[in-house]
């Protein structure tokens, strides 16, 4: 009798696991065999090491790529329904050993004070000037401008092999994945900007010279890099007021835009999450600013190229920030937009709030500590935030 219950017993584990299998084959959506890879580049955060935060991105990767590849949505819109993929290996970006000189200098200004006031205190202050000295020290122009010119260069290198890039922007990270985006995407062209009201010389120069020249779009740090625009200290872009050096160089300028800008289809999306931007970068919600207009010119090369820019902020996070405003595209329409833009599947959406059952000490390191859950989060937003842009309510 007993052997007749183990006989009974193996045939149905025998049937239950081919069963289980079948099922568990059949929630991976079919990937084309030549798909080819969408990479997500890993930007890290503030007072971060190397082996810490490649250990952070191991413990996450793997989720990105299973619920990114199959969430029904995302595969048909991000994937092309599987003539592309999420890169199985992650590219990470270091940048915190550029900061080592001047963190000796802060290191040797917290030794006056290790033993002043109570523990709390002494960690808190520890810490938290730690976290502030990278995040202000991306911000400034003089230390961001070399890191983005070598972050521009592996996403280039990526799509020299044929390969698109999102970016992962962390904590202070997400200051330089905002800042690729105002600055080295090519959202200026160049041949729609209007001198009419410009009778300068140096004005009918650049409409002579646009006319005669069909000039790519280029970006920021192409202008700022040729030295053909300057950026000034109260938030205004002028123009190089040399008459001769324009001469010079102004009819380079798509030598500087492939130097120095991204390629048009390089970049599929942003993410960033812990995300502090709005307090590094609140000139940008100033209308009439220079700032300004360069953010809603990213906002329409976004739209207009099938690209998505999610804010993902856990709700306990006190470091991560929501954006000044969630916009629609209705709302960008009846916007002072620079131009008319035409909508092509890119938008822009923030969610900032994400349930996490962190506390307010560990919710902003809790992306790195559960990656099924951080993927989910970031799944759903992309969901929510395209349904949400291009809502007609």
């Known amino acids: 009798m007993n052997y007749i219950k183990r006989l009974l017993l193996t045939l149905i584990i025998t049937a239950i696991i081919p069963l289980t299998a079948f099922a568990a084959d059949k929630q991976q959506l079919p990937v084309c065999s030549n798909a080819k890879p969408v990479d997500i580049i890993y930007i890290h955060g503030a007072y971060e090491t190397r082996e810490a935060f490649n250990k952070s991105v191991r413990n996450v990767h793997a989720d990105m790529v ?34 080592e000189e001047n963190l000796k200098t802060l290191d040797k200004a917290l030794e006056y004070v290790k033993n002043v006031g109570s523990k709390i205190a002494r960690f808190g202050r520890k810490t938290l000037s730690h976290l502030l000295h990278d995040a202000i020290w991306i911000s400034k122009p003089v230390n961001s401008t070399p890191l983005l010119n070598d972050l521009n260069k592996v996403v280039k290198q990526e799509y020299s092999q044929g390969n698109q890039v999102i970016l992962y922007g962390y904590s202070a990270g997400s200051l330089l994945a905002a800042s690729y985006m105002t600055q080295k995407l090519p959202v200026i062209n160049i041949n729609e900007i209007k001198h009419s009201d410009d009778n300068s010389y140096i004005g009918k120069y650049f409409a002579k010279t646009i006319k005669n020249h069909k000039f790519k779009p280029t970006c920021l740090d192409a202008l700022k890099e040729s030295k053909i625009l300057f950026y000034t200290d109260n938030d205004e872009f002028v123009t190089n007021p040399d008459i001769n050096y324009l001469k010079k160089e102004f009819p380079n300028l798509d030598n500087y835009t492939d130097m120095y800008c991204s390629p048009k289809d390089a970049v599929k999306g942003f993410v960033v999450f812990g995300a502090p931007l709005t ?17 809603l010119l990213a906002i329409k090369y976004l739209v207009e190229n099938d690209i998505f820019f999610l804010v993902v902020n856990y709700e306990n996070d006190f470091i991560g920030m929501p954006l000044a405003g969630k916009p629609t595209f209705k709302d960008l329409q009846e916007y002072q937009m620079p131009d008319v833009i035409t909508p092509n599947g890119g938008f822009l959406y923030d969610a900032s709030g994400v349930p996490c059952r962190s506390n307010v000490f ?18 759903k937003s992309y969901n929510d935030g395209y349904k949400y842009f291009y809502s007609t309510k």
């Open 66 to 99: 299973k619920q990114i590849q199959n969430d029904p949505f995302m595969y048909k819109n991000l994937l092309e329904n599987g003539k592309k993929r999420i890169g199985t290996k992650p590219v990470i970006f270091f940048w915190a050993d550029k900061t």
């Open 279 to 295: 307090i590094f970068d609140s000139s940008a919600s100033k209308q009439g600013s220079s700032s300004n207009q360069l953010f």
């Open 362 to 379: 560990s919710s902003h390191m809790a992306y790195w500590s559960n990656g099924k859950r951080f993927a989910k989060s970031i799944v």
